[in-house]
């Protein structure tokens, strides 16, 4: 059988989902992560799929609200799943009995998708340490805390942050969250920020930066972002 790998259309499925239901980042990247451990399932078993390709986007999601703390109600789930696959329907309410069946689906399907991954529900995102190093990068001195007042945070650093964050969600649609340490990735994604906006590297050169900032070396930080730069193509993204 052919690799199963997410698309395109599927993520920014999950995207659209996510916006309408309200869900910080960290929701939405953690469902993304969950999906794309359901691809590679169903490509290392060799068999067809076990769950409906919109039922398993909203479960990913559904599983990543309640393993992130940000709990949504099923129905508001399966409404909003219904809505994006049924554009058409004019928001048209469910009927109670489609509602009930539907209900049903998702309670089965989520211990089907929790078992094909195994039970893991385990992702390290990059986003809180890029805002952990970049915090500690310019305010050292207050121990990586940034002024309580957010107009005293110089625009620069929240246009590299913005961009870093940016690169960050495009890893984490590629699939590559699993593929290397969060740290690593996040240290990546803010060297390419940086580079990005002219921004000179705050130390002696990449080895002395790396060691410090992400407690790794100048080698793995450029096989990481060679890694990354061969799965999405950092030029398309707005700076």
Known sequence: MPTR?????ELAHLRRASLILDLPTSTWAT???FFHRYCAFVSQSNSSEPLDTHVCLILCLYLATKVTEEPRNQRDMINV???LTHPDNDDEPLAEAALDRLRQTMTKGELILMRTL????TVEL???WIAHILYGM???KDKGRPPADPS???ERIKRVAAFAWAVANQVVEAGLVDREPARIIAAVCIVVALEAHDEPLPARDLDQWADV????TKTRITDTRRLIEHHIDVATIDR
Do not use: E, I, R
């Not at 790998?5 to 259309?9: R, T």
């Not at 195994?118 to 529900?121: C, N």
């Not at 900032?213 to 790794?216: D, E, I, L, P, R």
């Open 31 to 33: 469902g993304a992560v």
């Open 118 to 121: 195994a039970f893991d529900f």
């Open 213 to 216: 900032w992400a407690q790794t």
């Open 126 to 128: 990059p986003h809180p």
């Open 81 to 83: 799943n219904f809505k």
């Open 138 to 140: 310019a305010w050292w």
């Open 5 to 9: 790998s997410a698309s395109s259309d």
């Open 152 to 154: 005293l945070v110089d």
